[in-house]
């Protein structure tokens, strides 16, 4: 039986209500896949969020009463909460409380296939819970008293235990170093291939689209983090060989801790020739989503890299379609998907197709892009090998 969860969210001066349904959509399908069940949704609008308890105290006694009163497992807030607003929110609530970065790191650690992604999540878990070891101990206040204790006589505990955890965060990042070094000879002895990478918000269908291409059997599911681990595979279109690499996707406020971990396994993505820009239309906020993954490209340093937009599950796209008297400005919902091909979208620098990888829609009109993209690439780097394409 899956756990009752309640989120909660505050809506500042810089988000839109329309928005703050879209963050919280994405919030309940984050907890789906944690293995929650959203049973109600609690918004207040403040100009910032309260210092001490997130949301006002009137509306946080409203949530506490709502946990005690429908048995609720879990309350899950929509930002990242302070150690002390942790502590002075599990005084209130009668359930235990989490917010959006200690969630996305639980699915993050149940997603972790390979030893290098358990081990860049186990240290995000730990940076993480560095600040915060006040309100997991019970016996923190307790002294160490006597001599010859490790600390020291009177060291508290929470010394000690601040202590083993940098060591073990030290001792797991001389670990990953170990591993990329392996990975970066590994890369290194792939020759002079073209490499293309797949980047994109979470669940937008990378993982079908490099199946579709590579005609590989990557694990692909319809949840949030289905891929953590790089994907490496060897494609050949026509007489054409490059590799092909699909990455853990992105998302809106991406904790820094795993942003740091994993920077090295996005190492694929910097390294590429060439990126795959997969961006799910029939999102509502599909624009956003673009802005956040251009950041994040930006963050690890892959911003200026050759893009192709891949606008993806043109399937599943809807808009409503306007009254011919209806005279108000058309908004995005309004737009059929030829209107937006006719748009932004279809006039930027970077080239763009649209598809639907579910479908098999325009995989062979991609397939033919991607060559020539990849050949242009390839004739740059090895202009006397011309003659073989």
């Known amino acids: 039986m899956p756990m009752r969860a309640v989120l909660a969210t505050v809506i500042t001066d810089k988000v839109t209500e329309t928005q703050a349904a879209e963050y919280l959509d994405e919030l309940a399908f984050l907890a789906h896949t944690a293995g929650a069940e959203t049973i109600r949704r609690f918004t207040q609008k403040l100009s910032t969020p309260n210092s001490r308890i997130y949301m006002g105290p009137g509306k946080l006694d409203e949530v506490a009463r709502y946990c005690e009163e429908n048995e609720v497992d879990v309350v899950?807030?929509?930002?990242?909460?302070?150690?002390?607003?942790?502590?002075?929110?599990?005084?209130?609530?009668?359930?235990?409380?989490?917010?959006?970065?200690?969630?996305?790191?639980?699915?993050?650690?149940?997603r972790a296939e390979t030893a290098y992604a358990k081990t860049q999540v186990q240290v995000a878990q730990l940076e993480y819970m560095l600040p915060r070891l006040t309100g997991m101990w019970t016996h923190l206040e307790r002294q160490r008293g006597g001599t010859g204790t490790r600390g020291g006589a009177g060291e508290r505990e929470i010394e000690t235990d601040r202590r083993r955890v940098r060591e073990r965060i030290a001792h797991l990042k001389e670990e990953l170093k170990k591993i990329d070094r392996q990975m970066a000879t590994q890369r290194g002895g792939r020759g002079g291939m073209v490499r293309v990478a797949l980047v994109g918000y979470t669940n937008v269908g990378k993982s079908t689209l490099m199946n579709l291409i590579a005609k590989s059997d990557v694990f692909a599911e319809n949840k949030l983090f289905a891929t953590l681990d790089t994907t490496v595979r060897k494609v050949v279109l026509e007489n054409l060989p490059f590799l092909l690499s699909d990455t853990v996707g992105f998302i809106r406020k991406l904790p820094t801790e795993l942003v740091e971990s994993f920077k090295s396994t996005l190492d694929e993505v910097r390294e590429a020739d060439l990126l795959l820009h997969v961006v799910d239309i029939s999102h509502p906020g599909f624009e956003e989503q673009i802005g956040v993954v251009r950041q994040t490209l930006a963050d690890i340093g892959a911003g200026d890299k050759p893009v192709f937009m891949v606008?993806?599950?043109?399937?599943?796209?809807?808009?409503?379609?306007?009254?011919?008297?209806?005279?108000?400005?058309?908004?995005?919902?309004?737009?059929?998907?030829d209107d937006l091909k006719k748009t932004w979208m279809g006039k930027e620098n970077a080239p763009a197709i649209f598809i639907s990888a579910r479908e098999k829609i325009g995989i062979d009109r991609l397939r033919e892009d991607l060559y020539h993209m990849v050949r242009e690439i390839h004739a740059g780097r090895y202009p006397f090998n011309n003659y073989l394409y």
């Open 311 to 337: 606008f993806n599950k043109i399937d599943a796209y809807t808009y409503i379609k306007k009254d011919e008297d209806d005279l108000t400005p058309a908004g995005r919902e309004n737009l059929s998907l």
């Open 76 to 110: 899950i807030f929509d930002d990242e909460l302070s150690p002390s607003q942790t502590r002075n929110i599990e005084k209130i609530i009668p359930c235990r409380v989490i917010d959006r970065t200690r969630l996305i790191l639980n699915i993050f650690t149940t």
